[in-house]
């Protein structure tokens, strides 16, 4: 209860109730702090609501009904296969529903005060929050802004009716007939496949060379010919020029290597990039946070601001964008407002992408580790030459190890192939702590499994594997 405008004192403000937030809340409660977290919609975030959750739930349910229409090399023909996209919708809430529920019940079991509303800075140590029915004010000794971002709207592109961000794209309440995708990164990559798995046809607009652009073309050029085999059409090195849409369809015009071309299809999603949320009503200019050029807030290897107490993590700082390294980065702000030495490596932050197959990286890649100095060698082994993943039909991707020739340390893994969003974390381990090519090859696998591929991988790099030839020297 708020005596007046008299400041409720509280260790730690945590502004956002993201995978970042809501990760950094809870680690600060279990240091001791006392913590609020404000967040002026749903608890989870982008990513458990509108993000990482929802898409992986639908691109199950994709894969789901493939399996259904195709299990003719397993000798099983299904008739009459199906999609009620309205369950498939009501499934996907439900998975939602769950996770934020749990975040809830996380959050109240720590002891942290949670308030549904916006924040405002007053001064470097007080904040107002506020929503319809409340303003209280808080003193803070620190905070953390984890305030995460929002898709990029064009000017070419307005979201509104049929031109789509993310967002609606996963609340369809109908499978479209045809669906335009502006972006062929990770977001515009998984959905546009989505969709084609579920009998879209789909066109993907990419301004770059490739799909997947962050990714080795090696690796990406699997995704595009999957993508092909379900009917996507890819046009790459692109420029998306304007849209007009209709109540029943909307046109967009475009050209490749200068050739004008157009596509009409019922729905368009623009997936370009996300922009930080560090503008509006927060007031970081009011109490002098820097930013850099793109918005983002400049922040040292603990998270802290320009304001030494404040801290800020996720989206709305330097890196990719990522929900893992939002909580990795709350974690190291909550225990470095503790005291505790905690600070930032990035080295091991995976990248993946749900695609099929899916792709994940972690470490340096080939070119990096040269950009690096290292003296480099590469092994790559197949999902071909894997016994468990031929059982399941899965032949195409492979495992790529990157290490230092002198010392065989493990530098850096691509993968690409089934379970590739599970496999790279025992080679992001690999590298935390340390490890040499011969600590995986000696490292029992159990068989048959999709792991022993990471270990076939590190004898390739070695130069005497089982299960494939070795290189020439």
Known sequence: ??????????????????????????????????????????????????GCIPSKALISA???????????????????????????????????????????GLLKGNKVEVFNGECMFINENEARVFNEHESPRYRFKNAIIATGSRPIELKPFPFGG?????????NLPEIPKSLIVIGGGYIGAELGQMYSKFGSKVTIIEGMDTVLPGFDKDMTSIVSKSMKKTGVEIFTGAKAESAEQTDKDVTVKFSVNGESKEVTAEYLLVTVGR??????????????????????????????TSIPHIFAIGDIVPGLAL????????????????????VVDYKCIPAVVFTDPECSSVGYTEAQAKEKGYNVKVGKFSYGANGRAVSLN???????????????????TQIVGLEASNLIAELGLAIEMGATLEDISLTIHAHPTLGELVMEAAEVVMGHPIHALAPRR
């Not at 003719?72 to 996209?85: H, L, M, Q, R, Y």
């Not at 009503?281 to 400049?298: C, P, S, T």
């Not at 002198?406 to 850096?412: I, S």
């Open 1 to 50: 209860m708020v005596v007046g405008d008299a400041s409720l004192d509280i260790d730690t403000l945590v502004i956002g109730a993201g995978p970042g937030g809501y990760v950094a809340a809870i680690r600060a409660a279990q240091l001791g702090q006392s913590v609020l977290i404000v967040d002026k919609s749903e608890l989870g975030g982008v990513c458990l609501n509108r």
């Open 62 to 104: 994709a894969h789901q009904y493939e399996a259904a229409k195709h299990g003719e090399t397993f000798g099983i023909t299904a008739e009459n296969v199906k999609v009620d996209f309205a369950k498939t919708q009501e499934f996907k809430n439900g998975v939602v529903k769950k996770m934020t529920g749990g975040v809830s």
């Open 162 to 170: 049929r031109i789509l961000s993310s967002t609606e794209a996963l």
């Open 275 to 304: 922009r930080p949320n560090t503008d509006g009503e927060l007031g970081l200019d009011l109490i002098g946070v820097e930013l850099d050029e793109r918005g983002l807030v400049k922040v040292d290897h603990q998270g802290r």
């Open 323 to 342: 929900a893992h390294k939002a909580s990795y980065e709350g974690k190291v702000a909550a225990e470095a407002i503790a005291g505790q030495p905690s």
């Open 394 to 412: 899965a032949a195409e991707g492979f495992v790529k190890i990157v290490a230092d020739a002198d010392t065989g340390l493990v530098l850096g």
